[in-house]
């Protein structure tokens, strides 16, 4: 790789780097197969968001609303983390100052071995009781038509951060020190327009980071970034952290 090459730029300035944060979104699960939400193929394509992923919809039937997160489940559980998952799994364990805010719910991270991490969106493989609150991991697939909370009885719902829901306010703090104490940002397959995760470019770049993308195509970021590289998630990001 030649060293003033923009793949070679990003691979010395990770290996430079005292502090990395990492934001990823669908496109790096894409290549295990899991669909993206806004590609031709993407589930919003297909799907009404409004129907099936907002507070509102599992209140008007949330039989609909488990049957699709049952069938989403029925898909995830047969995907693989990818190389490009288990790279950052690498640059984790070599940095000091090192945080992954993911917007996927399919748990591909954690399944690779990521450990610092916050999953800003929720997590598929878990289920929350509308009643009191109580977190639980569920990998049933599928899982009950209804499912009802074994304390309270009461109706459990995906722990998901659906349509018109904040972000939990322990994962907004984790990302805003991440994202304002690192120097180097990688993004990594996100159409970036999703906030709040689609303005952590901006936050990083205004403290100081450098801040490169990886997506197959431009995005909104696109202008705003250091340096955007075009490719897959699999075969671009193992390359960055090659020995230097
Ligand atoms: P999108 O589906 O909006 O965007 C996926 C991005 O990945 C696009 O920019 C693609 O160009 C890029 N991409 C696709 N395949 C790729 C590959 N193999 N390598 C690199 N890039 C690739 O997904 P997100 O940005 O993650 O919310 O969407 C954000 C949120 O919107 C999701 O978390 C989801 C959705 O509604 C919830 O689930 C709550
Ligand atoms: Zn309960």
Same mark, same amino acid.
């Given at each position: ?67 699709? *997160? +049952?069938?989403?489940? =029925? ?7 990818? =190389? ?7 640059? =984790? ?29 929720? +997590?598929?493989?878990?289920?929350? @009781?509308?009643? @009191?609150?109580?977190? =639980? ?11 009802? @909370? ?24 984790? @990302? ?18 999703? *906030? ?18 990886? +997506? ?29």
């Amino acid at each position: 790789m030649a060293p003033g090459s923009d793949l070679g730029i990003v691979k010395q300035r990770l290996a430079d780097a005292q502090s990395i944060t990492v934001l990823t979104g669908a496109g790096i699960s894409a290549d295990s197969g899991v669909p993206t939400f806004r590609g031709t193929d993407g589930l919003w394509k297909n799907f009404r968001a409004e129907d099936l992923a907002t507070p509102e919809a599992f209140g008007r039937d949330p039989r609909l609303v488990w049957e699709w *997160y +049952n069938w989403r489940r =029925e898909l995830i559980a047969t995907k693989q983390p990818n =190389e490009a998952h288990k790279t950052i799994v690498a640059l =984790e364990r070599r940095s000091q100052d090192f945080w992954l805010i993911t917007q996927n719910v399919d748990g591909l991270h954690r399944e690779a071995g990521s450990a610092k991490l916050s999953e800003i969106h929720g +997590n598929i493989w878990k289920v929350r @009781c509308t009643g @009191c609150g109580v977190v =639980e991991d569920n990998r049933d697939v599928p899982i009950a038509a209804l499912p009802s @909370c074994r304390q309270c009885g009461s109706l459990l719902r995906p722990h998901i951060v659906w349509f018109g829901e904040s972000l939990f306010f322990e994962d907004l703090d984790h @990302c805003s020190r991440a994202l304002s104490h690192c120097d180097t940002l990688l993004i990594i397959g996100t159409s970036g327009l999703v *906030y709040p995760a689609a303005g952590f470019a901006s936050i990083a770049k205004e403290a100081g980071a450098f801040v490169a993308e990886i +997506n197959l195509d431009p995005t909104p970021q696109s202008l705003l970034v250091d340096i955007s590289l075009h490719g897959r998630a699999k075969d671009i990001v193992p390359l960055l952290i090659e020995a230097v």
